[in-house]
């Protein structure tokens, strides 16, 4: 990569007509990916628009490709009901803004020293291989990398409810809010609340 640190790939495995393990080609392994400000680019591995996964199909492939073309709505970080791997790499001495998802959250760190911190300031230096739970929490990362290296972690975030959970990113660069207001409102089944949602979370976006 253009910041020094090692290309990534990404393989899927399926099985063939005669039920044996073989990598599907259907969609390339190379990275793709999306900047975010200045702060970070994104590199959307996997997801699922459900879970448990049923691989009684490839529809999993079908609308990850969807979603490698157009990351989900290009303003979310998690998928209602669903899961997502991605790859995340932070510029030197950075820090992200604020944020959390509606999801469980494994985030992994992969390169460098990132330090995580909570929303009432405490916070956790985590080295390569150290791990991060997160139950619906906010959190905001800030990459601490020795003499200003750049930072990789890799997050999976699995679909998860829980009273008052839902996404807040606060002004995340290029990212809207995952699944925007659709996502927000989706719940309500009365269309004139769902109408009133919508107007209320697009006017606050």
């Known amino acids: 990569l253009e910041n020094g640190l090692p290309n990534i790939n990404r393989y899927i495995t399926t099985p063939n007509s005669f039920g044996k393990a073989t990598i599907s080609e259907a969609i390339s392994p190379a990275s793709i990916c999306q900047k975010i400000g200045s702060i970070a680019i994104f590199f959307l591995r996997y997801t699922t628009r459900t879970f448990p996964v049923s691989l009684f199909s490839s529809n999993d492939v079908s609308s990850y490709n969807i979603d490698l073309s157009s990351p989900p709505d290009s303003d979310r970080l998690t998928v209602p009901n669903g899961t997502v791997l991605r790859y995340v790499v932070m510029a030197p001495n950075t820090i992200s803004a604020m944020h959390k998802g509606a999801s469980l959250d494994y985030g992994i760190v992969l390169e460098g020293e990132i330090e995580l911190v909570l929303d009432l300031g405490e916070t956790k230096l985590m080295r390569r291989s150290d791990a991060c739970v997160q139950r619906g929490t906010n959190r905001a990362w800030r990459n601490v990398a020795p003499n200003g290296g750049w930072g990789r972690m890799v997050d999976v975030l ?48």
């Open 158 to 205: 699995v679909a998860a409810q829980g009273e008052g959970l839902e996404e807040e990113l606060n002004g995340m660069p290029d990212v809207k809010g995952v699944f925007g207001w659709k996502a927000r409102c989706s719940r309500l089944r009365s269309p004139k609340h769902f109408k009133n949602c919508q107007t209320r979370l697009l006017r606050k976006d």
